[in-house]
């Protein structure tokens, strides 16, 4: 048990949050609650497209677009696309968050790695992908190393920014207290910094997590042979809205997943945490 834990058994009562009076919700009513809007949302949807509301060739119903996405994975064209999407995401997050991670760690604990790299960094930051697309496609081409670079860069700043927040963030008693028990440096950042920063680090994660689709749907835009970016692009030339509304309806699941990902591995990473658990 890292000192962090041990002090957040000790002094968790005091941050510890009571739910609302009169409110009882078990975790499985949580989640059933979650999907409630957007449950009302389709049954809407599908309502309105049936009674002509909606025109169909400007939104198709719901029962359309998922026999589209059972004859598309059937063809296994939707299979191969996504299978396409999730590497490319899966690679750049690999490599933007490892670096964003590294750098972040350095300039958290270094006030002169801070002043030599934070400026540089967070003019970067600043660009928008659009802007940046141009030069990217100059460098790299319209292969999968440029899809992959845009997805690292977009991954690479929410893990920076807050792996130094989260180190800079660090409770200075706990410090203390481990010096106090005899820690040596190493032993201080594994056992009292890192884990103090780690809430921080996976709020990152989720950011990121949002981001590199961002960016891919970008890169997928320009000279994709496939991918869910090159199926809505192909859908748009043909006119097939459906295709078009199955791709983003994909994306927001993918999103959902991934956040749900993360929010596991916060439960499991945080248990000592009195904000975080399995009750969370």
Known sequence: ???????????????????????????????????????????????LARFGWIEPHLLPAPSKVALTAYKLTVSGTLLHDLAVSLLRAAVGFAIGGGIGFALGTLVGFSRIAEAFIDRSVQMVRAIPFLAVLP???????????????????????PIYVNTTLGIRQVD?????????????NWELIARIVLPGALPSILTGVRFSLATAWLALV??????????????????????????IVLTVIIYAMIGVAADSLARLLERRLLKWHPNYGAGR
């Open 1 to 47: 048990m890292s000192v962090t834990t041990e002090f957040a058994a000790t002094e968790g009562r005091t941050y510890s949050s009571a739910p609302l009076p009169g409110i009882r919700l078990g975790q499985n009513g949580l989640v059933a609650l979650s999907w409630l809007v957007p449950v009302l949302l389709l049954i809407v949807w599908e309502g």
């Open 218 to 243: 970008v890169a997928e835009t320009i000279g994709a042979q496939a991918g869910l970016g090159f199926l809505a692009l192909d859908a748009r030339e043909f006119l097939r809205t459906d295709v």
């Open 172 to 184: 200075p008693k706990l410090v203390e207290l481990g010096r106090v028990q005899g820690l040596s």
């Open 135 to 157: 030069l990217v496609i100059v460098w790299l081409g319209v292969g999968e190393g440029q899809k992959i670079f845009l997805v690292a860069l977009g991954v690479a700043f």
